[in-house]
Every structure is written in C-alpha cells, then in structure tokens.
C-alpha cells in the first residue's frame, strides 16, 4: 500500500502525509530543515514489514502552517497522525525530530515505542551553545528575507557545521535552495531544543511519564557531543536502552538509511 493523505490537526493545520507498506504502523518525525522526501527512502525500506507514515511537519513540503508556532502544536501534529493509524503507533525521530518525538510521548500521544536518533542535547558545558541570542540572530535574518543567512547561522551556531562546511553546502544549489525553502521552519526547531542547548545534566524527572520502551540510538562516526548526548537521555529514561551502531554518521538517516533498518526493524517487532 502506498498512499497520499491528510490530516487536520487541533488547530485546523492541514498536514500532509504518505502512507507505505503495511503492518504495525510507525511515525517517522523528521529533523530540521528536513521534510518527508529526505526521509522517504527510509520509510521505504521499513515499508515490507511495518505501515509507515513518512509526513511533512508543519510549514514544510505540502503541509499547512498556523502561527503562532508553539512546540505544543506539533505534538498534536503527531497526535492526529496517531489517530489515523487507530489511536496508537511507533514514533522515529532524529536529531530535533527526536526531541520532538519525545515531547509528544510525555504529552500522553498514543506512542507504543520510541526510536530516537541522535537527540542533539548538549550535556556538557564544553559543547554549551556558542551564540546565546541565536534564535534572535536567526529571527532577523528571516524577517529582512536573508533566508540563506538563517541556514548559515543555524548550521554553523546550532549543528555545529564549521563556516567552510556551509560554504561547501552553498556549492550544492539544489540542495541549498531546498534548505532556503524550509528557512522559516528553523525557529521551530530552536524553539524544541530551547533549554536542551546550555550543556548540564538532563532530568530525570521531566521524562518520568514516559514509561514506553525506548531505544536511543547514536552513530559511531558522529561527534562525540551528540554519542554523550544519547548515552545521558537513555540513562535518564524509565525504560531506554543506548546503543551505537558502527559505520553510522548524524547524517545516515538521509544519506545512508540501510545503516539504521536491521536495528529499527528488530526494535520495532520485538
């Protein structure tokens, strides 16, 4: 089964969504600056065993968007997916799509199971956000229509992209004009990670409702920040386990999907 469809979440925001494979169903929550042709080929290659929901979050792809942005709309976002598959399903999120993931499990959505890669918490002071006004500097780009200087400064300030890697990216169009594109969507990422980014121990206590199995994945190719990262949130979760996979970079899940499958696969039907 392979299908297009749409759903109307809490506050009238069209969200659109395709619908492939069949089995247990399972939410795949993207990152930021991502939308659902990013995480298409792996939602394809989960498709032989679960029903796989690959959608564009609000503001992205052929979603609606309703200001003003509050990550608790994005939550409900998740919610109306959930109904539509029958009132429960596995959630995969990566990078801020995780912590989003994340948030919607503590909101009480219907979530049987939590795959969450890359979480990109900072947990140590060393790797503590390098601009403190970065959601500001952003926000002015965005309104004085510098679209390309708010991805700079939201790869360089916040994914930790060095400024001669964002100069390589420039070099790539295509690819630069769809991150141009979803440029307004970046403040919602930030507003996600906001108090996640200052470096410090993660709370226990604030996850605590969250009782469903999880499992926290990292890469062992990616920083180490983000590999510390996904060891503190598994360790701070009622019901997580961590894992590293070999070979794997915070950039797999688009580029190198096949990585990830036989550990999702495993998880998800255990």
Not at 9 to 20: N, P, Q, V
Not at 44 to 52: I, Q
Not at 144 to 165: D, I, L, Q, S, Y
């Amino acid at each position: 089964m392979n299908e297009t469809g749409k759903v109307t979440s809490g506050d009238g925001t069209t969200i659109a969504f395709e619908r492939t494979g069949d089995g247990p169903p399972v939410i795949i929550v993207a990152a930021a600056l991502s939308d659902r042709a990013d995480t298409r080929k792996l939602a394809e290659l989960l498709a032989p065993h679960f029903t796989v929901i690959n959608y564009d979050r609000r503001g992205r792809g052929a979603s609606g968007d309703t200001p003003p942005y509050a990550v608790e709309r994005e939550c409900e976002d998740i919610e109306a997916l959930v109904k539509e598959v029958g009132g429960s399903a596995s959630l995969f999120g990566s990078s801020s799509g995780a912590v989003l993931a994340l948030e919607a499990a503590t909101r009480g959505v219907g979530v049987e199971r939590l795959a969450l890669f890359e979480p990109p918490f900072v947990v140590s002071e060393r790797h503590a956000a390098r601009e403190e006004d970065l959601a500001d500097r952003v926000g002015e780009a965005l309104g004085a229509g510098r679209r390309g200087e708010a991805v700079a400064r939201f790869m360089n300030g916040a994914v930790g992209v060095p400024k001669a890697g964002v100069w390589m990216m420039r070099l790539m169009p295509r690819t630069w004009r769809n991150l141009e594109a979803m440029a307004h969507t970046i403040p919602y990422d930030l507003a996600i990670m906001d108090g996640y980014r200052q470096g410090g121990p993660l709370s226990a206590e604030q996850w605590a409702s969250v009782a469903v199995r999880t499992l926290v994945l990292d890469g062992a190719k990616s920083p180490e920040h983000l590999r510390a990262a996904a060891s503190a949130l598994a360790d701070a979760l009622p019901n997580a386990e961590h894992r590293t996979l070999e070979g794997v970079s915070h950039a797999s899940v688009v580029m190198s999907p096949k990585k990830l499958v036989p550990t999702l696969h495993r998880f998800f039907e255990a």
